[in-house]
């Protein structure tokens, strides 16, 4: 099992910055990706960064340039780096984790409320 805890969530102006961590415990050998989801009240979850075992990352389109995900191995936390956050950038921002296999197994994070105020 793994657990996410995520915290770094609150409330923020217009242009403002936010950074999000997400600590991973238990049994994290064999994780492939850490990736950080959105959900916004009445729409569906989804993707915004995504950071491999590697370190190769990816974002959607809406926050590139803005958003920065990164990891620090040694203490198996991911972050999100967030600026100049907009609006639209509201929702809860939940971590997940998959580990590989046959077939591949997900983990969620509890999430964490951000809102941003314009």
């Known amino acids: 099992q793994v657990q996410l805890v995520e915290s770094g969530g609150g409330l923020v102006q217009a242009g403002g910055s936010l950074r999000l961590s997400c600590a991973a415990s238990?049994?994290?050998?064999?994780?492939?990706?850490m990736a950080w989801y959105r959900q916004a009240p009445g729409k569906q979850r989804e993707l915004v960064a995504i950071i491999s075992t590697g370190g190769s990352t990816n974002y959607a389109d809406s926050v590139k340039g803005r958003f920065t995900i990164s990891r620090d191995n040694a203490k198996n936390t991911v972050f999100l780096q967030m600026n100049s956050l907009k609006p639209e950038d509201a929702g809860v921002y939940y971590c997940?984790?998959?580990?590989?296999?046959?077939?591949?197994?997900?983990?969620w994070g509890q999430g964490t409320q951000v809102t941003v105020s314009s």
């Open positions: 997940k984790a998959e580990r590989g296999g046959l077939p591949p197994v997900t983990y």
């Open positions: 238990g049994i994290i050998f064999g994780i492939n990706y």
